[in-house]
């Protein structure tokens, strides 16, 4: 009985492409067969309700805007103002505007380790309404 050589071909192995692309078109025919008859749907006639009455759109009241120049100066409205007197007008300010907000406008060369004091103070009045300005340019 003769013996097999076991020597390598160097034929290439063969993809028979039939097969899967039997699949491709099976599942492009799917996807045709769903998007036309998700496109000839059926709408129903409904008659939407109106507002008969309105208040109109509720204005928003305006942030309260806290400025820090480069020589730690607070200014509230453009004027100068100490530490000590803001915060009972900023406490005022929110009881008067529930919705009211109070932005933190901060020099950009002022380093964030001089402005993270009146943060904090600002934060502990307004909790979550207390925001940090940054300016782009």
């Not at 109106?50 to 607070?74: F, N, R, S, Y």
């Not at 103002?81 to 300010?93: D, G, H, R």
């Amino acid at each position: 009985m003769p013996l097999r050589s076991r020597r390598p071909t160097n034929r290439m192995p063969e993809i028979d492409m039939i097969p899967m692309l039997g699949v491709m078109l099976v599942v492009l025919a799917f996807f045709v067969l769903v998007t036309t008859t998700l496109n000839s749907q059926q709408t129903a006639n409904l008659i939407l309700p109106t507002a008969q009455t309105g208040t109109g759109a509720v204005k928003a009241a305006q942030p309260l805007i806290v400025t820090l120049d480069q020589q730690e100066q607070i200014t509230l409205a453009n004027k100068p103002i100490p530490l000590e007197k803001l915060s009972p007008l900023l406490v005022a300010y929110l009881e008067a505007n529930p919705k009211g907000a109070i932005v933190l406008k901060a020099d950009r060369q002022l380093p964030y380790k001089k402005v993270l004091p009146l943060l904090e103070t600002l934060k502990a009045i307004g909790g979550d309404r207390v925001s940090l300005a940054i300016s782009t340019s």
